[in-house]
């Protein structure tokens, strides 16, 4: 195995070792729904059966391989935590929130917040309406924009 093999699996396992401590902090107090929840698994896991097929069959390529696998399922969340919003394995704290607003569109129930970094959505099925409002009017730090 040459050395930049090994350097790509080691920074690739930090990376894994990183996003699965996220999620596992993370805890959702009320979870959202992706959209496009699925595309990125479907996508490592395309990128892995290719590179397994147009490639000679090493273990370099194996244990790479292996490595990228644990990103196909880790850092997929968004929803609210008790310390703010949770987009991408990502949290927002809740004093960066600039201001939030609650919407209904369609069959879902859309929270927009506003960051310094522009607006992100975050969708939630109708049923939790209630809870999300709730929790939020809870915070102090929040501020309701209509």
């Known amino acids: 195995m040459d050395t930049s093999t090994i350097f790509l699996f080691i920074f690739i396992l930090a990376v894994d070792i990183i996003l699965i401590i996220k999620d596992i902090r993370s805890k959702l107090i009320i979870s959202g729904n992706k959209k496009f929840k699925v595309i990125i698994p479907i996508m490592?896991?395309?990128?892995?059966?290719?590179?397994?097929?147009?490639?000679s069959f090493s273990i370099e390529n194996i244990i790479v391989c292996i490595g990228i696998l644990p990103l196909a399922f880790v850092g997929n969340k968004t929803g609210i935590?008790?310390?703010?919003?949770?987009?991408?394995?990502?949290?927002?704290?809740?004093?960066?929130?600039?201001?939030?607003?609650?919407?209904?569109?369609?069959?879902?129930?859309?929270?927009?917040?506003?960051?310094?970094?522009?607006?992100r959505k975050i969708f939630f099925k109708l049923e939790h309406k209630d809870e999300v409002k709730k929790y939020l009017s809870g915070i102090r730090k929040l501020k309701y924009v209509i």
């Open 81 to 119: 935590t008790e310390n703010g919003f949770l987009f991408n394995s990502y949290v927002t704290p809740w004093d960066k929130v600039e201001s939030y607003s609650l919407k209904e569109q369609g069959e879902k129930y859309v929270l927009s917040f506003k960051t310094n970094i522009g607006i």
């Open 44 to 55: 490592l896991v395309l990128f892995i059966v290719m590179t397994l097929e147009n490639s």
